[in-house]
C-alpha cells in the first residue's frame, strides 16, 4: 500500500519571499511518479509539478522546484517568488506506474499568502 | 473546450433520495476516476474504469455504483443517500500508457440535508 504525509497543516509566506512544503511517502513499488497538486479555492485540481522517481534530477517548472530525495522517500515542493495567485491548497500525491493507476494524496497543505 | 466536465456543479438533496452525477471526458482517454474529497479535504479513490471496464473499487459502499455507458463517460449514481456523503466529488481521465497524468473535472459539491 502507499501512503503520503503531508505534515504541514497549514503555512504562510510574504509575498516575493520563498516557501518550502513537506511530504514524506511510503511504498513498495520500485517506480512511481510524485506529484504536486494546487486546489484553490475555485477547487479546480490543477497539476504542478512531477517527478519520475528514475530520475535524479529535480523537476522545475517555472517558480516551482522540487527536491526529491529518494533513500528519504522525501518530495518537497519550494515556491519561489511567492505570488498572491499561490494562496491555495497544496497535495501531494504518489501514483504507480503498472496495475492500478490510482492516485494517493496526503492531507494537503493550506498555503497564505501575506501582501 | 473544456477536458472533463462534471454536472452538476453543485447538487443538494434530502437523507435518502437518489442521485446521479455525470462525467464526461472529449480528451480520447481510455481510463476515468471518482475520487471523493471529504470536509477536511481529504481526497480518495473510488473507482477507475479502463474502457467500461471497472479495474479499481475502493471498498465503497455499494450505495455508489459506477456506470460507463461509453469509454467517454463515466458516471457516479448514489442510492439511499445519507449525511456522510456530503462532499466534493471529483471525475478524472488519463491514458493506461500514461497513468500519472490525470486530468481532473471541477468537482461537484454533494450536499446532504
Known amino acids: 500500500a502507499q501512503t503520503v504525509t503531508q505534515s504541514q497543516p497549514e503555512m504562510s509566506v510574504q509575498e516575493a519571499e520563498t516557501v518550502t512544503l513537506s511530504c514524506t511517502y511510503d511504498?513498495?513499488?520500485?517506480?512511481?511518479?510524485l506529484f504536486w497538486y494546487k486546489q484553490p479555492p475555485s477547487r479546480q485540481m490543477i497539476l504542478v509539478i512531477r517527478?519520475?522517481?528514475?530520475?535524479?534530477q529535480n523537476a522545475t517548472e517555472n517558480r516551482f522546484s522540487v527536491n526529491f530525495q529518494k533513500a528519504a522517500k522525501s518530495f518537497s515542493l519550494k515556491i519561489s517568488d511567492s505570488q498572491l495567485g499561490d494562496a491555495a491548497m497544496y497535495f501531494c500525491?504518489?501514483?504507480?506506474?503498472?496495475?492500478?493507476?490510482?492516485?494517493?494524496f496526503g492531507q494537503g497543505t493550506r498555503l497564505t499568502i501575506n501582501p | 473546450d473544456t477536458a472533463v466536465s462534471q454536472t452538476p456543479k453543485y447538487l443538494v438533496t434530502q437523507m435518502g433520495n437518489d442521485k446521479s452525477i455525470k462525467c464526461e471526458q472529449n480528451l480520447g482517454h481510455d481510463t476515468m476516476y471518482w475520487y471523493k474529497q471529504d470536509s477536511k479535504k481529504f481526497l480518495k479513490i473510488m473507482f477507475s474504469y479502463n474502457n467500461k471496464e471497472l479495474i479499481i473499487n475502493e471498498t465503497v459502499p455499494n450505495r455508489f455504483s459506477p456506470k460507463s455507458p461509453d469509454k467517454a463517460h463515466l458516471n457516479l449514481h448514489i442510492n439511499s443517500l445519507e449525511l456522510g456523503d456530503s462532499a466534493v466529488y471529483f471525475c478524472?481521465?488519463?491514458?493506461?500508457?500514461?497513468?500519472?497524468?490525470?486530468?481532473f473535472g471541477p468537482g461537484t459539491r454533494l450536499t446532504v440535508t
Open positions: 511504498t513498495s513499488e520500485s517506480d512511481y511518479y
Open positions: 478524472a481521465s488519463s491514458q493506461p500508457e500514461v497513468p500519472y497524468e490525470q486530468y
Open positions: 517527478q519520475e522517481a528514475y530520475k535524479q
Open positions: 500525491a504518489i501514483g504507480g506506474i503498472q496495475g492500478a493507476q490510482k492516485l494517493v
